[in-house]
Protein backbone atom coordinates (compact mmCIF):
# COMPACT_ATOMS: atom_id res chain seq x y z
CA UNK A 1 0.00 0.00 0.00
CA UNK A 2 2.76 2.69 1.06
CA UNK A 3 4.89 1.94 -1.86
CA UNK A 4 1.72 2.88 -4.16
CA UNK A 5 1.04 6.17 -2.10
CA UNK A 6 3.67 8.21 -4.36
CA UNK A 7 2.16 7.22 -7.80
CA UNK A 8 -1.72 7.31 -6.59
CA UNK A 9 -0.54 10.80 -5.19
CA UNK A 10 1.12 11.84 -8.61
CA UNK A 11 -1.99 10.74 -10.55
CA UNK A 12 -4.11 12.47 -8.17
CA UNK A 13 -2.96 16.00 -8.88
CA UNK A 14 -1.21 15.26 -12.93
CA UNK A 15 -3.34 15.84 -16.34
CA UNK A 16 -5.63 13.69 -17.55
CA UNK A 17 -4.15 10.83 -19.77
CA UNK A 18 -7.47 10.02 -21.48
CA UNK A 19 -10.05 12.27 -23.75
CA UNK A 20 -13.98 13.02 -22.79
CA UNK A 21 -14.74 11.29 -26.12
CA UNK A 22 -16.77 12.64 -28.19
CA UNK A 23 -16.73 15.41 -26.25
CA UNK A 24 -13.23 16.06 -27.32
CA UNK A 25 -11.88 13.74 -29.69
CA UNK A 26 -8.33 13.44 -31.42
CA UNK A 27 -7.53 15.99 -34.69
CA UNK A 28 -6.41 13.51 -37.32
CA UNK A 29 -2.71 13.52 -37.73
CA UNK A 30 -1.15 15.32 -40.52
CA UNK A 31 0.21 12.45 -42.55
CA UNK A 32 -2.20 10.17 -41.42
CA UNK A 33 -3.28 7.42 -44.03
CA UNK A 34 -7.30 7.23 -44.54
CA UNK A 35 -9.70 7.04 -46.76
CA UNK A 36 -8.89 6.73 -50.72
CA UNK A 37 -10.53 8.99 -52.80
CA UNK A 38 -10.45 9.20 -56.68
CA UNK A 39 -10.90 12.29 -58.57
CA UNK A 40 -12.58 10.34 -61.71
CA UNK A 41 -12.55 13.33 -63.85
CA UNK A 42 -8.57 12.68 -64.42
CA UNK A 43 -8.00 9.08 -64.06
CA UNK A 44 -6.93 7.41 -66.61
CA UNK A 45 -8.34 3.51 -66.31
CA UNK A 46 -4.32 2.65 -66.90
CA UNK A 47 -4.95 -0.17 -64.28
CA UNK A 48 -1.25 1.00 -62.04
CA UNK A 49 -2.87 1.26 -58.51
CA UNK A 50 -4.44 -1.85 -59.10
CA UNK A 51 -1.65 -3.63 -60.00
CA UNK A 52 0.28 -2.33 -57.28
CA UNK A 53 -1.96 -2.40 -54.27
CA UNK A 54 -0.97 -5.43 -52.25
CA UNK A 55 -4.05 -6.33 -50.96
CA UNK A 56 -5.86 -6.71 -54.48
CA UNK A 57 -8.13 -4.32 -53.20
CA UNK A 58 -8.39 -1.84 -56.34
CA UNK A 59 -10.43 -3.15 -59.74
CA UNK A 60 -10.31 -1.31 -63.04
CA UNK A 61 -12.53 -1.74 -66.08
CA UNK A 62 -10.92 0.23 -68.70
CA UNK A 63 -13.50 -0.57 -71.34
CA UNK A 64 -16.36 0.46 -68.84
CA UNK A 65 -14.29 3.54 -67.42
CA UNK A 66 -14.71 2.32 -63.70
CA UNK A 67 -13.05 2.17 -60.85
CA UNK A 68 -13.84 0.18 -57.90
CA UNK A 69 -12.29 0.17 -54.21
CA UNK A 70 -12.83 -2.11 -51.48
CA UNK A 71 -12.53 -0.08 -48.17
CA UNK A 72 -12.94 -3.56 -46.24
CA UNK A 73 -10.11 -5.09 -47.91
CA UNK A 74 -7.58 -1.98 -48.21
CA UNK A 75 -4.39 -1.73 -45.55
CA UNK A 76 -4.47 1.82 -46.14
CA UNK A 77 -0.90 1.26 -47.28
CA UNK A 78 -0.85 4.67 -50.02
CA UNK A 79 1.20 2.41 -52.44
CA UNK A 80 -1.97 3.23 -55.14
CA UNK A 81 -1.62 6.69 -54.47
CA UNK A 82 2.04 7.06 -55.09
CA UNK A 83 1.77 4.71 -58.43
CA UNK A 84 -0.89 7.02 -59.81
CA UNK A 85 0.95 9.25 -62.39
CA UNK A 86 -2.71 11.29 -63.52
CA UNK A 87 -2.30 12.33 -59.61
CA UNK A 88 -6.41 11.50 -59.93
CA UNK A 89 -5.83 9.23 -56.47
CA UNK A 90 -5.34 10.99 -53.32
CA UNK A 91 -5.45 9.77 -49.38
CA UNK A 92 -7.49 11.25 -46.60
CA UNK A 93 -5.21 12.09 -43.57
CA UNK A 94 -9.12 11.16 -41.11
CA UNK A 95 -10.17 7.31 -40.81
CA UNK A 96 -13.03 6.03 -42.14
CA UNK A 97 -16.19 5.81 -40.34
CA UNK A 98 -16.85 1.84 -38.84
CA UNK A 99 -19.61 0.60 -41.05
CA UNK A 100 -22.03 -2.93 -40.42
CA UNK A 101 -22.55 -3.65 -44.19
CA UNK A 102 -19.78 -3.96 -46.36
CA UNK A 103 -19.84 -1.82 -49.58
CA UNK A 104 -17.71 -1.45 -52.47
CA UNK A 105 -16.77 2.22 -53.80
CA UNK A 106 -17.70 1.86 -57.61
CA UNK A 107 -16.68 5.45 -59.69
CA UNK A 108 -17.29 5.84 -63.20
CA UNK A 109 -15.68 7.64 -65.31
CA UNK A 110 -15.89 9.11 -68.90
CA UNK A 111 -15.10 6.43 -71.38
CA UNK A 112 -13.99 9.08 -73.92
CA UNK A 113 -11.28 9.87 -71.69
CA UNK A 114 -9.81 6.64 -70.97
CA UNK A 115 -9.63 5.98 -74.64
CA UNK A 116 -7.73 9.36 -75.42
CA UNK A 117 -5.75 8.95 -71.94
CA UNK A 118 -4.19 5.37 -73.52
CA UNK A 119 -4.14 7.49 -76.55
CA UNK A 120 -1.41 9.99 -75.88
CA UNK A 121 0.18 7.82 -73.67
CA UNK A 122 1.54 4.74 -76.44
S1 LIG B 1 -3.33 4.59 -61.31
FE1 LIG B 1 -4.52 6.48 -61.20
S2 LIG B 1 -5.07 6.88 -63.34
FE2 LIG B 1 -4.44 4.72 -63.24
S3 LIG B 1 -6.37 3.60 -62.87
FE3 LIG B 1 -5.47 4.04 -60.89
S4 LIG B 1 -6.47 5.93 -60.23
FE4 LIG B 1 -6.77 5.77 -62.42
S1 LIG C 1 -3.91 2.03 -49.82
FE1 LIG C 1 -2.72 0.15 -50.20
S2 LIG C 1 -4.15 -1.50 -49.79
FE2 LIG C 1 -5.38 0.34 -49.98
S3 LIG C 1 -6.04 0.40 -52.12
FE3 LIG C 1 -4.12 1.57 -51.98
S4 LIG C 1 -2.49 0.11 -52.44
FE4 LIG C 1 -4.33 -1.08 -51.95
Given at each position: MFTMTPV???NFFSK???RRYPKVSRHPFEK?????GNDIARCTFCGICAAKCPSRCIAVDKKKAAWQWDP???VY???CVDSCKSGSLGQDNSYRRPAVVRELILLKGSQDHGKE???HSQ
Open positions: LVRRATGRGAIFACCGVASH
